[in-house]
Structure formats: C-alpha cells, structure tokens
C-alpha cells in the first residue's frame, strides 16, 4: 500500500505519517511535507523519484504526473486497468492526503498579485479530486483533525463505502469551497465583486429540530465562524422558525447600539422588549 502526503497545513502530519508506516503503507511525499517528514526519523520517498521528472517551475509542477493520477485513478476491479497500469509501470496510490496553499489566508495578509497569485494551489486539488473520484479504491483526506479517525478506522479494518463515500464529499466540498474563494476574490478585485457568478460557501453548525415546518429538514450554515463564536445554546434544540425569530430579535436590539436592549420574538412576531439601565433588568 502507498500513501502519498502533501500538505500546506502540517499539523499533525508526522504522527499521521508515523502511523500509516506503522499500517504498512509505503510513504510518498512532496516538498516541505517530505522534509519533516524524513526530518522526523521516518522512511519516506520524494515524490520525484515516483514521477521521474524534477520538480520544476519553482514548484508549480510537481505532482501533475501519470505516475501519480494514474496510480491514484486506474479502478482496482476493472481488468483492462489493472492491465494497463502493469503496461504503464504504474503502481497504485492507495491513500491520498492533501490540504491546500493558504490563499485565504494570503488575501487577509496582502496585496501583493503575484504572490496571491502563487498561493493558488493546482497540483492539490488535482490530486483531491483524482483521489475523491475513485474513491472506492483511494482514501482521500483532506482535514488534518480526521487523521486519527481514518487510522483507526484503517487499523479496525473499518474503512467501508460509506467511511470513504464521507471522506469524498468532504474533498470535494473542500476544493469547491477553494475555488468559489478564488473566484469571488477575483471577481472583487477586478470587476467591482459583481462577476458573472458569486458564490456563498458556509460551514454547517447544526440540524435543526425541523425545518420550516415539521415534516421538513432544515440545518443552520454559517460564515467564518460567526455563530459559533458568538451564539450559545442553554436549553432545548433549535428549529429553523427558532433562527428566524433569533434573527429578527438580534437585529432589533442591535438597532439600539450599545444599549442594553432585549427583544423577544416568537413565530415572526416581536412580543416582547425593554430597554433599562442592566441587561438583566431588561430581560426581567
């Protein structure tokens, strides 16, 4: 089995690495990933010696390399691939982990174009996708905080269809969520932010208890971690008529500034708000 590491975000990288070689996987790897890993005392191959072609072009190619996609994509159980993969010297890829160059991060920091412009990853979400396409035969991670769940599930013999299926949507939710980024950067920095498409990502918080009404589903989403860091739940399970009426209260007490404002709202309808000189008194 191989596992082929290549990540922005190390965190965690080496010990993900310690325990896949443990697992028995061979370990490929690609620039700085590769260093900490051999750094820390364990058996790793650069990727190069895979592609047999250097890394070049200042590291914009790397991994765009049959020797890499192919062994990634060729289907396990189809014989005319496994047949061409042996024609080709192909060996399969079996578990493939990768997160992407921080271009949020690097839009926050400057406005340097040409360094944005380098921070777009493209040998990353190739791989990703390749991964997440056949992931049948290929695990694909791309979140540093499933690296204990995928060994653990590797380790129990627990990596079934649907813990793959999981691991896929989540890979392709993550280079959608990096490309709409880079789409709606570029389409405010050069066309005034109304481009011919713009794109809302959010992050799932929760279920609701329903949606709308009860037979229906309903989840909250938000952006940049703006419900988490500043909602917090005492009692019960929301229900999405809950966030809507949270929403129309939040936005009339906000309406009063710093004051110490309380509004109540139930099915859509403010029944309820004070206005004193403590916020409990308000409340009360």
Not at 181 to 210: E, H, L, P, W
């Amino acid at each position: 089995m191989r596992a082929l590491l290549s990540v922005s975000d190390k965190s965690g990288i080496v010990d993900f690495a310690k325990g896949l070689k443990e697992l028995g996987f061979e370990i490929i790897s690609t620039g700085g990933t590769y260093k900490q890993i051999k750094d820390a005392g364990i058996e790793v191959t650069e990727i190069d010696e895979v592609t047999k072609f250097p890394e070049c072009f200042d590291g914009r190619v790397k991994t765009l390399n049959p020797y890499v996609h192919g062994g990634i994509l060729y289907k396990r159980e189809c014989d005319t691939h496994t047949q061409e993969a042996q024609k080709l010297n192909i060996t399969g890829i079996d578990l493939v982990c990768v997160n992407l160059y921080p271009f949020k991060e690097t839009i926050e920091r400057t406005e340097d174009f040409d360094e944005i412009i380098e921070n777009i990853d493209i040998g990353g979400p190739t791989m990703v996708r390749s991964a997440a396409k056949n992931f049948n035969d290929v695990l694909i991670v791309t979140d540093s905080s499933d690296y204990t769940k995928v060994l653990d599930a590797l380790k129990e013999n627990q990596d079934t269809l649907e813990f793959r299926r999981d691991l896929m949507i989540k890979a392709f939710e993550h280079t959608a969520a990096y490309d709409s980024m880079i789409a709606n950067y570029m389409n405010g920095r050069f066309n005034n932010g109304f481009g011919a498409k713009q794109f809302i990502v959010g992050s799932k918080v929760f279920d609701t208890r329903y949606g709308e009404n009860p037979h229906q589903n309903g989840a909250l989403y938000e952006f940049d971690n703006f419900f988490s860091k500043h909602f917090k739940t005492l009692k019960g399970e929301a229900s999405f008529n809950n966030l809507t009426d949270i929403n129309g209260a939040v936005k009339i007490a906000s309406s009063f500034g710093d004051k110490n404002a309380v509004c109540i709202v139930k099915h859509g309808n403010p029944c309820g708000f004070a206005l004193k000189e403590a916020l409990l008194d308000s409340y009360t």
